[in-house]
């Protein structure tokens, strides 16, 4: 039996503890609406002069969030915004903000995997995490950091999640409240860490929202989409869940099959089909050597980039469907950027729109590895079982420096 008056307890204590403001991660799904109901809850106890550190209310918009959920968490930002402001720090509004955060548009789902020819994630070169995900939080919570020294992110993680999230959060589990974050100076709290499935619901259920949302309206999304894990607030890399989740990105390809759409459309929301199916073709062609790089370079590379009449194919089809849909599925400036990275690569002013470079490995075998998979910033365990690290560059003409740094590459031998 969850004892829901010593948790507001304890967030009261957690908050009074120190002055490092607080993020906190919402994605707009149970858990983290269950925390951020919480601190509404708890903070509203406390006298308005105990009140005087910051809360950011941050949410990650990929800009390839599931259609279904956008009006919603819209909606439910706008409301959190209002209440925050005018009712929980009304005595001093600045203290409570609501952020949203994009990708970088370098780094956009769309302009990876049309203007750069990204193939489309799988398992084993999940390049959009980091991307759509992790960077913009991160960043985020860096600026954070750097203007108030530290920071705390609150987080709606549970270890009856997954066993993976379990493990994971057990590692960290120093009997402390806080946990290191990656980030410097940067620290995580995760009120509910021990509460299951239906104690979440349970609480979200009997007790009003206070921002004015509709936990039953939640409920009724969840209703409708499939019983898969819920997409998290993802700030780290190694989140097992991401690809897997209920409400994660529309155009995911790491999942075999979207059983979420899948269930939304059984359950009455037949406008997504087109996505879906759209969403398949991106998940086979994939799989198609035909539509990627040119044969010469495939004896070893397992997954190329696509083929520049590919991303032409990809990008009108996407824009048909934005038209027919009425929905937006791809921005405006990501379209502009994309149409000059195609015409620059089709005029031959960017070579395959790939960079080539060439290799000596301690071994004294050459390889060449491909592309602008340079800016892939973390090592990776899954792809590659070469190390660039201690390889000699031989030819290019220009390399960043995380691209030698980087423990997972696309190569072919030469
Ligand atoms: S949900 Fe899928 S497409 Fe979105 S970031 Fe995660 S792996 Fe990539």
Redesign the pocket.
Known sequence: MVNYKALLSEIQEVYLTDTAPWVIGFSGGKDSTTVLQMVFYALSALSREKLSKEIHVLFND?L?ENPAMVKYVDKQLEEIKAAGKTELFKHNPELFSVVKVTPKLEDT?WVNLIGKGYPS?NRWF?W??ER??INPTSNYILNTVNRYGHAIIVLGTRKAESPNRSAAMNNYNNGERFRKHTLPNAFVYAPIANLYDNEVWAYLLQVPNPWGGSNRKLLALYKNACSGGE?PF?IETGAQS??K?RF??W????VDRDKSMENFIDNGDRWMEELLTFRNWLYEIRQQRYQHVPSRLESKVKFGPFLLKTRYEILGKLLEMQEHLSVELITLREVDYIRDFLKEESEGRVEKGMKEFLFELPTGKQVATLSDFNILQTPRKRLGPMSLKQAKLIKSQSVSSDYTQSTRVMYHEV
Not at 251 to 254: A, D, N, S
Request: aromatic share 4%; hydrophobic share 30%; glycine share 10%.
């Open positions: 990929t390839v789902f994630p999940r959009c995490t759509i995900k997409c993802i991401c690809g989740s994660g990105c155009v995911c390809t790491v």
